[in-house]
């Protein structure tokens, strides 16, 4: 089959470890790149600053002309490739009409959201075009198992849960001595949001003797912010080699799970056990029955208890090392990395489309 994959491409951890496992499924893979059409170069040049802003106004809105270029060039994209099927990441930026016109022109239309368009917390116009091309979908994963509810009621016939991954290229243990830089014995590798992971920060900036490292976004957004900067001087996120290296250069592992989304698992859960480390988690059910309790990994419900256990397995390395051996196996064994969840959507399509 011939696939044409539609994502802004402004990382490569969603749509760009799918057309590589597509790839090595022995399809043809196309890229469609919506970021192209929304990135611009920042310039001190107050003219093209005012640009800027006009278009990074655009892309927050879902309109304006530069979100209109992007779909007609996806309908020209789609004349020119001829792809059996569309694969769209989010799909935010494409527009209902965009999506009926595709289909029209006899391609299997398929979507993907990482985010909850249901969340009353995002602004109602985030996620309307995708909220009004949900009928339009020939199949639609979501993210959590709540939202495949919501694309049933929403009018799509074939839905289903697609979960985050791994990719092995890039999460997996180092055997060399960690990098200075990024060895600690607790380290959270993530965003700020205000859903009450400031409460566990706190907790921990109150723990004496806990080396604690923090990496990630938005992080001058916190309450906290004036005591993490004095603490870690400005905090920026990791990519690639760089957080692969923070993961093992970690004794134990955070994960807190965003309430925007309402999230009961996340990419992380995945990243660390490939990483061979620790994982302490924020409990859901969900989540305990990926990794058991006690067995594959540990789980907190309070500051209090996440702090509690932070000391017990700083103290007891042996009960730690083989909770996170054990996690990785049930990783490798259950299998979460990239190439399961492309061929979860290969299959499924093929079966479709016949």
């Known amino acids: 089959m011939r696939w044409l994959l539609s994502e802004d491409w402004t990382t490569d951890i969603y749509a760009e470890p799918f057309f590589q496992r597509l790839a090595g499924l022995g399809e043809e893979v196309h890229a469609f790149k919506e970021g192209a059409f929304y990135q611009i170069n920042e310039s001190k040049n107050r003219l093209r600053a005012t640009g800027s802003r006009w278009v990074r106004a655009q892309h927050r809105l879902r309109l304006g002309p530069r979100i209109a270029r992007l779909n007609l060039t996806l309908l020209q994209t789609v004349e020119n490739v001829k792809p059996n099927v569309l694969f769209l990441f989010r799909g935010d930026q494409v527009w209902p009409a965009t999506l009926a016109a595709v289909k029209q022109r006899g391609v299997y239309v398929v979507g993907w959201h990482n985010d909850n368009p ?107 912010s004036c005591r993490l900067m004095h603490r870690f001087g400005p905090i920026t996120p990791l990519y690639k080699e760089r957080y692969n ?69 700083l103290n007891n390395e042996a009960a730690r090392v083989r909770i996170a051996a054990a996690g990785r196996e049930r990783l490798l064994r259950d299998g979460h990395e990239a190439m399961d969840r492309a061929r979860q959507v290969y299959d499924d399509v093929r079966r479709d489309i016949g």
């Open 118 to 224: 249901f969340s009353p917390a995002y602004p109602w116009y985030v996620w309307r075009h995708f909220r009004l091309s949900i009928p339009i979908y020939d199949r639609l994963y979501a993210y959590r198992t709540s939202n495949v509810e919501d694309f049933s009621r929403a009018g799509c016939g074939r839905t289903g849960q697609l979960r985050s991954f791994y990719v092995r290229e890039r999460n997996y243990p180092i055997q060399a001595s960690p990098d200075p830089g990024f060895t600690s014995e607790v380290s959270f590798c993530g965003h700020w949001e205000p859903d009450g992971r400031d409460d566990y920060i706190a907790a921990l900036l109150n723990t004496q003797g806990v080396d604690f490292r923090l990496w990630g976004t938005l992080w001058e957004r916190s309450g906290l």
């Open 245 to 313: 290296a923070a993961l093992n250069g970690t004794k134990i592992g955070l994960v807190f799970l965003s309430g925007l989304n309402r999230d009961t698992y996340t990419r992380r859960c995945f990243e660390i056990p490939a990483a061979g480390t620790f994982m302490l988690a924020q409990y859901t059910a969900d989540l305990a029955a990926m990794f058991a309790e006690g067995v594959e990994a540990e789980y907190f419900r309070s500051p209090v208890e996440m702090v509690g256990k932070i000391r017990y397995f």
